[in-house]
């Protein structure tokens, strides 16, 4: 698939706002919204651990970097910046970090526009304004739009998106025309990978299920903070195909989709010159981990496996056993699904002991150790209650505790998938399990993860 540019330039811009028919006023007014809702004020997520920037503080910051800055005829100011992306929901509870971009568009054809601070900070604000066109009455949000100053002279811009702009424009100024959203989606890797855009994630013990199946694969978890991610893979002709159903020998690869992102953002993180530091700048030696979930034969699935991973093995990213304990590095592999239990101890098939088992919680743990496994999981259904009703009964809080304890006293990392409902998943934190299985990411705002105990 082709990657895409979104021209944000002065009618494609205007575009995306998702005009209502709004009166138009002689000057001075609101000619459109946007379609993404931004948290208006600076708030704290997951239980007031996580502070969150909001549209207001976003504004400040273009608009003192702006000042005095002059636009020519035809030409445009842009800055991009961090904003928390609610979705219409309570920020406090829901939402995924993401952007704001901010355009000044001077329409004139011969006259400069200079930016005054004080103008920039008030049409902006009045995007979020109680009562404004684009504010959220329930949350007290917004969905940003544009400004039309004068006769439609000037517009100033201001719009939610998921994604860093394919220009350098994030926290600076950018003179050079429209910005534009960088490209990939709908399962396609964003290309280039952005290299800084979780500088200010908070990593949060959760593992994106079926990640490739999710618009961005990767960026899109690793934006909320993700710890895991999941990845299905068939063989056919030597390709790892990523997908949730055998796609025959076409579609992404894993090399796409997972490991040549990774690649690049951990090289940009250990830019020094080391190979320790992680994906997140906020916890340098936070490993993630790349669950591989085999969908093909097992036996040549792995050797595919191992071969495509040599690049993050090469570059001293692979977490593996050094023969007496578990050395931790910026990834780690676990390998599901049809994974053979042989390989995984088989020295000519895991010579560098860098890919790692899932084991089943619910089941016998015998034979399984450090060495050899990382995580143990259960489907929930099976193993707990199909009941997706919280709290659990005390007999499923018993089985519960007792998996917990048989996979914690292996030195295994718990995971269940196929939770219920989401209503179960504090509960499941409380409890003790390592790795919050989601679906929903923006959800994962309303969870505290007791992240300063």
């Given at each position: 698939?082709?990657?895409?540019?979104?021209?944000?330039?002065?009618?494609?811009?205007?575009?995306?706002?998702?005009?209502?028919?709004?009166?138009?006023?002689?000057?001075?007014?609101?000619?459109?919204?946007?379609?993404?809702?931004?948290?208006?004020?600076?708030?704290?997520?997951?239980?007031?651990?996580?502070?969150?920037?909001?549209?207001?503080?976003?504004?400040?910051?273009?608009?003192?970097?702006?000042?005095?800055?002059?636009?020519?005829?035809?030409?445009?100011?842009?800055?991009?910046?961090?904003?928390?992306?609610?979705?219409?929901?309570?920020?406090?509870?829901?939402?995924?970090?993401?952007?704001?971009?901010?355009?000044?568009?001077?329409?004139?054809?011969?006259?400069?526009?200079?930016?005054?601070?004080?103008?920039?900070?008030?049409?902006?604000?009045?995007?979020?304004?109680?009562?404004?066109?684009?504010?959220?009455?329930?949350?007290?949000?917004?969905?940003?739009?544009?400004?039309?100053?004068?006769?439609?002279?000037?517009?100033?811009?201001?719009?939610?998106?998921?994604?860093?702009?394919?220009?350098?424009?994030?926290?600076?100024?950018?003179?050079?025309?429209?910005?534009?959203?960088?490209?990939?989606?709908?399962?396609?890797?964003?290309?280039?990978?952005?290299?800084?855009?979780?500088?200010?994630?908070?990593?949060?013990?959760?593992?994106?299920?079926?990640?490739?199946?999710?618009?961005?694969?990767?960026?899109?978890?690793?934006?909320?903070?993700?710890?895991?991610?999941?990845?299905?893979?068939?063989?056919?002709?030597?390709?790892?195909?990523?997908?949730?159903?055998?796609?025959?020998?076409?579609?992404?690869?894993?090399?796409?989709?997972?490991?040549?992102?990774?690649?690049?953002?951990?090289?940009?993180?250990?830019?020094?010159?080391?190979?320790?530091?992680?994906?997140?700048?906020?916890?340098?030696?936070?490993?993630?981990?790349?669950?591989?979930?085999?969908?093909?034969?097992?036996?040549?699935?792995?050797?595919?496996?191992?071969?495509a991973l040599q690049p993050l093995r090469d570059a001293?990213?692979?977490?593996?056993?050094?023969?007496?304990?578990?050395?931790?590095?910026?990834?780690?592999?676990?390998?599901?699904?049809?994974?053979?239990?042989?390989?995984?101890?088989?020295?000519?098939?895991n010579p560098n002991h860098d890919m790692f088992m899932?084991?089943?919680?619910?089941?016998?743990?015998?034979?399984?150790?450090?060495?050899?496994?990382?995580?143990?999981?259960?489907?929930?259904?099976?193993?707990?209650?199909?009941?997706?009703?919280?709290?659990?009964?005390?007999?499923?809080?018993?089985?519960?505790?007792?998996?917990?304890?048989?996979?914690?006293?292996?030195?295994?990392?718990?995971?269940?998938?196929?939770?219920?409902?989401?209503?179960?998943?504090?509960?499941?934190?409380?409890?003790?399990?390592?790795?919050?299985?989601?679906?929903?990411?923006?959800?994962?705002?309303?969870?505290?993860?007791?992240?300063?105990?």
């Amino acid at each position: 698939m082709q990657q895409i540019l979104v021209t944000l330039g002065a009618l494609s811009f205007l575009s995306l706002c998702q005009a209502a028919p709004h009166e138009k006023r002689s000057s001075d007014y609101i000619s459109s919204c946007g379609s993404a809702w931004m948290a208006r004020d600076d708030v704290s997520s997951n239980n007031g651990e996580i502070p969150r920037r909001g549209y207001l503080t976003a504004v400040t910051e273009f608009c003192e970097q702006a000042s005095g800055q002059t636009v020519p005829a035809g030409g445009y100011l842009s800055l991009a910046t961090h904003v928390f992306l609610d979705g219409g929901g309570n920020p406090s509870t829901n939402g995924i970090p993401g952007y704001v971009y901010f355009e000044v568009h001077n329409k004139q054809n011969s006259a400069s526009h200079t930016v005054d601070l004080k103008n920039c900070t008030s049409y902006l604000q009045k995007l979020s304004n109680d009562n404004s066109k684009c504010w959220g009455s329930e949350h007290s949000d917004t969905k940003g739009g544009t400004w039309q100053v004068g006769s439609d002279a000037i517009s100033y811009h201001a719009l939610g998106e998921n994604v860093p702009p394919a220009q350098d424009a994030v926290d600076k100024l950018y003179t050079s025309g429209a910005l534009s959203a960088l490209g990939g989606s709908g399962n396609v890797a964003l290309s280039p990978f952005p290299l800084t855009f979780t500088s200010d994630v908070i990593p949060l013990p959760c593992h994106s299920h079926n990640d490739y199946t999710r618009d961005i694969p990767l960026y899109d978890a690793l934006s909320a903070g993700c710890m895991s991610v999941e990845a299905d893979v068939w063989l056919h002709n030597g390709n790892l195909r990523v997908a949730h159903t055998d796609p025959g020998d076409s579609g992404p690869t894993i090399q796409d989709l997972y490991i040549n992102p990774l690649i690049a953002l951990l090289d940009a993180q250990n830019s020094d010159g080391g190979n320790g530091n992680g994906v997140y700048p906020q916890r340098r030696n936070q490993s993630l981990v790349l669950l591989v979930d085999f969908k093909s034969d097992g036996t040549t699935t792995w050797d595919a496996v191992y071969t495509a991973l040599q690049p993050l093995r090469d570059a001293g990213y692979l977490s593996y056993w050094d023969g007496s304990e578990f050395a931790s590095r910026p990834v780690t592999i676990v390998t599901s699904g049809n994974a053979p239990w042989a390989q995984a101890t088989n020295i000519t098939a895991n010579p560098n002991h860098d890919m790692f088992m899932d084991s089943r919680v619910n089941e016998s743990l015998d034979g399984y150790d450090t060495s050899n496994t990382y995580y143990s999981s259960a489907d929930f259904d099976s193993a707990i209650t199909s009941s997706g009703s919280a709290p659990l009964s005390s007999s499923n809080q018993e089985k519960l505790t007792e998996q917990l304890d048989a996979g914690h006293a292996k030195g295994f990392l718990v995971r269940y998938w196929d939770i219920p409902s989401t209503d179960l998943w504090q509960e499941l934190v409380d409890a003790g399990v390592d790795r919050l299985n989601v679906d929903d990411l923006e959800a994962l705002a309303g969870i505290d993860f007791h992240l300063s105990s």
